[in-house]
């Protein structure tokens, strides 16, 4: 079966199992691999894209799910002015540590940016609650968040 959506503004398409999860359509045939696969079952956050601006996870999302709909990717996240602002944010504070969460981390804090621009603690751990990092940079990724918001950082 022919699926066809759009990743971060191209129309692309796939053929094959409808059912297939999202993260695999795009590491395998699209050959899209910053997008990356933790647990593989909706727990760790470190496949998070956004499907229409929302951010989801592309371990949980059927492709066939996804059709006729606009996908961006970490490879993408920087065409919108709340990308932008997390990533030079991510760069700044340097958040990673080994790495492998944090394409994920950056999806779910430019969706919550898109939508609440200056967003109050509780709503920055609302939406990141999902997300882990077994390296634990969790305060620098509050920090990082507050920064691209523009909110100065009140913690010591
Ligand atoms: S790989 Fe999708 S939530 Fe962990
Ligand atoms: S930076 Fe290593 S898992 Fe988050």
Redo the contacts with the bound molecule.
């Keep these: 079966m022919a699926i066809s959506f759009t990743v971060n503004g191209e129309k692309r398409r796939v053929d094959g199992d409808p059912a297939k999860p999202l993260?695999w359509a795009l590491r395998e045939d699209l050959d899209m691999v910053g997008t990356?696969?933790?647990?593989?079952?909706?727990?760790?956050?470190?496949?998070t894209v956004h499907l229409d601006g929302v951010a989801v996870?592309?371990?949980?999302t059927p492709v066939g799910d996804v059709a006729n709909m606009a996908v961006t990717t970490i490879e993408g996240v920087q065409a919108s002015d709340a990308g932008k602002r997390v990533a030079a944010s991510w760069v700044k504070l340097d958040v990673p540590q080994c790495g492998y969460c944090q394409a994920g981390q950056i999806m779910s804090a430019t969706a919550l940016l898109a939508q609440t621009p200056r967003p109050s603690d509780e709503e920055i751990d609302a939406a990141m609650m999902g997300n882990l990092c077994r390296c634990s940079t969790y305060v620098r990724i509050r920090a990082a968040i507050r920064d691209a918001a523009g909110i100065a950082e009140t913690q010591a």
């Design positions: 993260l990356k696969f933790g647990c593989g079952a909706g727990l760790c956050g470190a496949c996870r592309s371990c949980q």
